[in-house]
C-alpha cells in the first residue's frame, strides 16, 4: 500500500468508529473526487477546527462569543436545559419542541476518568442562575452512573437558588420497546415518573 495512502487510513481511523476498512473505503472516495472538492472539505475541517469558539454565556459552539440561541430574543431566557455535550443540544433542537436557552456542562463527572465538577461548566451555570431572571432549570443528563452522579451534584449546588424550579426530563421506557426487554432502573424511573392519562 502507498505511504501517502496508509497515511490517510492511519488519520481517518484517529475519528470515532472509523476502522480501517471504513477508512480505506473513504480515503479512496476522496481519492475519486475533484481535487477542488477534496480542498474545500479540508479547508472547512481546519477553518472549523481553528476558528470555532465557546459561547461565553452557554458554552454552546458558536462563530462569535455569544451563540445564536443565546441571542435570539424570542426564545424563552427564564428556562435552561442543561446538556452534557452540544451533540444533546443539537438533538433536542431538532425536535423543534423547545424554546427555552441552554446550557452546555462539556461532559459528566467521572473519576475513574479524572472528570471533576471543577472541569466542567458548572461555576458558569450558577453565575448566569445569580445574575437573575432565571425561573428553571431543566437537567438533561444521560443515565449512565457518570450520568446519575452528576444529575445529583447539579442539584446539590441549584439547591442555593431560592424559588429556582429544577426539573429532569422524563425517563423511562422508549417508545415501541417491549416492557420484558426493558432493564430494572429504566422501569423504576418510568414508575417514577408516571402520569395520568388525559
Do not use: W
Request: aromatic share 4%.
Amino acid at each position: 500500500m502507498s505511504l501517502l495512502l496508509q497515511n490517510v487510513v492511519g488519520e481517518l481511523t484517529k475519528l470515532p468508529g472509523i476502522g480501517r476498512r471504513t477508512a480505506l473505503r473513504l480515503a479512496m472516495h476522496l481519492l475519486r473526487m475533484e481535487p477542488e472538492s477534496v480542498d474545500e472539505m479540508t479547508s472547512a475541517i481546519a477553518r472549523f477546527r481553528h476558528e470555532i469558539k465557546h459561547c461565553t454565556r452557554c458554552n454552546n459552539l458558536s462563530d462569535s462569543d455569544i451563540c445564536p440561541v443565546c441571542a435570539d430574543k424570542e426564545r424563552d431566557h427564564a428556562t435552561i436545559c442543561v446538556v452534557e455535550q452540544v451533540a444533546d443540544l443539537l438533538s433536542i433542537e431538532n425536535t423543534h419542541q423547545y424554546r427555552g436557552t441552554y446550557h452546555v456542562l462539556g461532559g459528566v463527572i467521572s473519576p475513574m476518568q479524572g472528570i471533576a465538577p471543577s472541569d466542567l461548566k458548572i461555576d458558569l451555570l450558577c453565575e448566569r442562575i445569580a445574575a437573575g431572571g432565571v425561573k428553571e432549570v431543566i437537567l438533561a443528563i444521560s443515565t449512565s452512573v457518570e450520568g446519575e452522579t452528576t444529575l445529583f451534584y447539579l442539584m446539590s449546588r441549584l439547591r442555593q437558588f431560592e424559588g429556582l424550579k429544577v426539573t429532569t426530563i422524563a425517563r423511562g421506557i422508549g417508545f415501541g420497546d417491549e416492557l420484558e426487554y426493558v432493564d430494572e432502573l429504566t422501569i423504576t424511573h418510568a414508575m417514577l415518573n408516571r402520569r395520568e392519562l388525559e
